[in-house]
């Protein structure tokens, strides 16, 4: 796929009015990195850290993680890195972590819950990303935040670490940036100050669409049975996008969707001009933006939407065939 699309590869994926989309990827280990160049992603939209915790049988020390960030960073050659913080319960549960049972864990004690009811594990991995930057910028994500409070306490204890690191002696990161993850419905209803706190947003769609139809993501009976183009959901990013654009708020979609080709198209009409994927998806996203007027397409899945479509899938796709070549 990547060769197929080398020769757009350093080109930005603008399309024919000369809007353009910025493309990320998502990458989770060190091997993911020779991709960046290859797929001519602009950066790392995610980089989810739990596999480093997932693949060994006892909780990483802070050296290990430094040095591995530090090597992350370094791949990368100054394209930006959004590192997420530990994304463990649910689906990913650490080996030597006691379980939890729980009745509902997609919903339970996960992410950022864990992140601030148990701050030793997160406290040492934000001075492991501070370490590694040094002299660098960093950029770092809080995954599953659902209120205004998760995000301040877990932004108060980045700010606590690096003046820590700072009165240690450290070199800083050049830069700091901040984001959070917005995975449940309720943080699109955050107030104000939330999206002028956050200095970047992105949207986990896989876990976003999930808490959307309450469709259990991991259960094949219902995961397929709602269509990320629904209108009910198009219309929910939509209002994501606007309140971001209110406030200037930078925002991303990243989960799988923004992969096929499709749904990018239509993520972007709406108004989501930045997206993080696979590498390997990059290279045909791309070549659809290009050969396409995303006003048109908006148009269209306004159509869809007046018309009580439910979704604008079929109306989208047709209007595809006809107009690209
Ligand atoms: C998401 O929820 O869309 C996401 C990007 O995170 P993960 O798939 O790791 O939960
Ligand atoms: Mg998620």
Known sequence: AVERYASIRDLPATDKSGATVALHMNAGLMADLPSLPSSGAEGVGLFRTELQFLVRNQVPRRGELAALYSRVLDAAQGKRVAFRTLDIGSDKVLPYMKRQDEPNPAMGWRAIRVGLDKAGVMRMQLQALIRASCGRPLSVMFPFVAQLSEFTEARDHLMRELDREDRLGHTLP??????AMLETPSLAYAPQKFFELADFISIGGNDLKQFFFAADRENERVRNRYDCLNVSFLSFLEWIAMRCDATETPVSFCGEDAGRPLEAACFSAIGLRALSMRPASIGAVKSLL??????????VIEKARADGEQSVRARAEAWLLDNTD
């Open 290 to 299: 290009r050969r396409i007027d995303l006003s048109d397409l908006r148009k």
């Open 174 to 179: 050049e830069s700091v940036e901040v984001g």
